[in-house]
């Protein structure tokens, strides 16, 4: 089915005719549309014009009205204040708009006009640690990313780019070398909490042996040296920690709702053999050059407490090298071999300097050309209750498992309470749908280069702006849909509409325009924004439209279809989210 055209869109281009006719000597002006309190929208447009054309703005807009042929979407238009025109639409355009939208399932959203390929570096991990609550943002942030844009059309590959190299896996890999027999297990036979407790039990070993034992320390440098060089045996120890790592990782994404699939993830060790050739063509080209025996790219406006210049290191003195080699490695294999038109980094804000300098040196190295953009989806940090850096009792970084197992808990207990008809197991099953949404929603519902608070208590909430608002709202109508039986929701477009109805109706409309609004600014909040606002206008519409009780059969059928609607837009724009909608709670 062919996308549908929004009211907002059709109101647009009849008031631009109406500028053009009325007024040819303004050529091709936009209109300014946007919704109204006052009516269903208001251009503010001709303002801009009058100036421009030195004529009354009230004049003019009353030229531009007599221009505007009678049709069966504009009901009324009036000239108000400074030259305003306030439209309102007829009720049958906007139920008939409506019907167009919920036969399609899509809900006649188009594609975007001209899709590429984005590859989205989010959910980076590292090997033989512990995700923490700082693991949280990228991603959930990331994965309503990937989800919202493969949704418009977008090719989408996901990357990552987990923490698995380093001169810390020397220590580890010599401790495993000494007790070979530490992780002889095979990694399917164990969960994510017993590979964490292993991989825990292994590094304080080793941290306590490196720490105390100068020759045990010595071995483990000599260790890192043999990584580095592609030592058989040292990968292969190397490699089990990673493997034990991603029983962790996995088991933690699944407590999250979501999906890591092996061949997405390619950490910094998957551009080992690119580095020495990124720096050689950095150097060759002059965009690099050597201080101080590092290999370095300078930035005027890049400078330090002392005035003086400060640097992106992408070969360290003693030979190593550093996050940028890596970085910069990466962008090359994106661009050149994943033919990515859009690199988007869903990455801490403290970071953006480094990206920013990355992705200038690659722009001058001509890996970023001008059909290519890197964006970093800067987020930034969760915050406790009292406005610090979220934190224990005891001032350790919250384990990212303990924070999903107490939401679980929480809204376990709300559904609980809540729950009339629903078995034990449905409850738990609710429980978790229930506690992960919340937690994903509290972190997509605030634009994410701010700072949240993370309160539980207000998270699991059914008041106020949370997705158990919004799921209760899904589940409402699912009810509703249940007691009416044989009753099949219907668009009657030859119905009066109520306000509440209206206001419900062009909200609906507005979908596809939100999520091209989102997808093109990677700004998933605004689409929480939308749904948060549609319940409400819902909780609205059910409060003073009765459904099934409603004068007639044909409005009884209209106001489901509104019902229905609703809904499959809810279940859309929170699967969007990575958030689950439950039939009932």
């Known amino acids: 089915m062919a996308p549908v055209t929004s009211l907002a869109s059709t109101v647009d281009q009849r008031i631009a005719d ?28 001709i303002l801009a014009l009058a100036k421009k054309l030195k004529g009354n703005p009230r004049e003019l807009a009353g030229q531009v009205v007599a221009a505007l042929a009678a049709n069966d979407v504009i ?195 998957g551009y080992n053999d690119m580095l020495e050739d990124t720096c050689r063509i950095l150097e060759e080209t002059g965009v690099a050059v050597r201080s101080e025996g590092a290999l370095c790219v300078f930035f005027d406006d890049v400078l330090g407490p002392d005035g003086n210049r400060v640097p992106l290191i992408v070969k360290k003195s003693n030979g190593g090298y550093g996050y940028a080699a890596t970085d910069l490695s990466a962008i090359r294999d994106r661009v050149m071999r994943l033919d990515a038109t859009t690199l988007l980094y869903v990455v801490d804000a403290r970071q953006s300097l480094h990206f920013k300098m990355v992705f200038e040196t690659a722009r001058r190295a001509g890996w970023l050309g001008e059909g290519t953009k890197a964006v970093q989806l800067a987020f930034g940090t969760v915050l406790g209750k009292d406005g610090k850096p979220f934190k224990t009792r005891e001032g350790e970084t919250v384990r990212l498992e303990d924070l999903l197992d107490e939401a679980v808990e929480r809204a376990t207990a709300v559904v609980r309470e809540k729950a009339r008809d629903l078995t034990e197991q449905e409850i738990a099953e609710r429980g978790g749908q229930v506690g992960i949404g919340a937690v994903k929603y509290a972190d997509l519902s605030t634009s994410a280069v701010r700072d949240y608070k993370f309160d539980l208590d207000q998270m699991v909430s059914l008041h106020g702006d949370t997705s158990v608002y919004i799921q209760y709202a899904y589940a409402r109508i699912q009810s509703i849909v249940r007691k009416a039986g044989d009753v099949s929701p219907a668009a009657h477009a030859e119905l009066e509409l109520a306000p509440a109805e209206r206001a419900l109706g062009l909200h609906l409309d507005q979908f596809g325009e939100v999520l091209a609004e989102v997808a093109t600014a990677y700004e998933p909040h605004r689409l929480a924004a939308y749904l948060y606002q549609l319940a409400s206008l819902f909780t609205t519409f059910y409060d003073q439209c009765p459904v099934l009780k409603a004068e007639s059969p044909a409005l009884v059928e209209n106001r489901l279809f509104l019902c229905a609607l609703t809904a499959q837009t809810l279940e859309q724009g929170l699967t969007l989210l990575g958030i689950r909608t439950p039939e009932r709670l």
């Not at 050529?27 to 009516?39: I, M």
């Not at 990937?146 to 090719?155: A, D, N, P, S």
């Not at 060089?229 to 029983?247: N, P």
């Open 18 to 45: 109406a500028l053009s006719a009325a007024l040819p000597e303004a050529g091709s002006a936009d209109p300014l549309l946007r919704r109204s309190d006052r009516a269903d929208f208001q251009a503010n447009g």
């Open 75 to 269: 009901k009324e238009i009036e000239v108000s204040g400074p030259g305003f025109l306030n439209i309102t639409l007829t009720d049958r355009a906007i139920t008939e708009t409506l019907a167009a939208r919920a036969a399609d399932d899509r809900l006649g959203v188009p594609f975007a006009p001209h899709p590429g390929t984005t590859v989205i570096d989010y959910a980076q991990p590292n090997v033989a640690k512990e995700m923490h609550v700082g693991h949280l943002r990228s991603a959930v942030i990331g994965a309503a990313m990937v989800e919202i844009l493969e949704f418009t059309g977008e090719k989408v590959v996901r990357r990552h780019h987990i923490g698995d190299w380093g001169t810390q896996f020397g220590m580890l890999i010599q401790y495993l070398t000494e007790h070979p027999h530490e992780l002889d297990h095979r990694t399917g036979d164990i969960d994510g909490e017993t590979a964490m407790s292993n991989l825990n039990r292994l590094y304080k070993a080793s941290r306590a042996l490196f720490d105390s034992d100068e020759e045990f320390k010595a071995r483990s440098r000599d260790r890192v040296v043999a990584l580095q060089a592609g030592d058989k045996e040292t990968l292969a120890l190397w490699q089990k920690f990673v493997d034990e790592s991603k029983i962790y990782f996995y088991s933690v994404f699944d407590k999250l709702d979501m999906e890591i699939h092996d061949p997405d993830v390619v950490g910094e060790s």
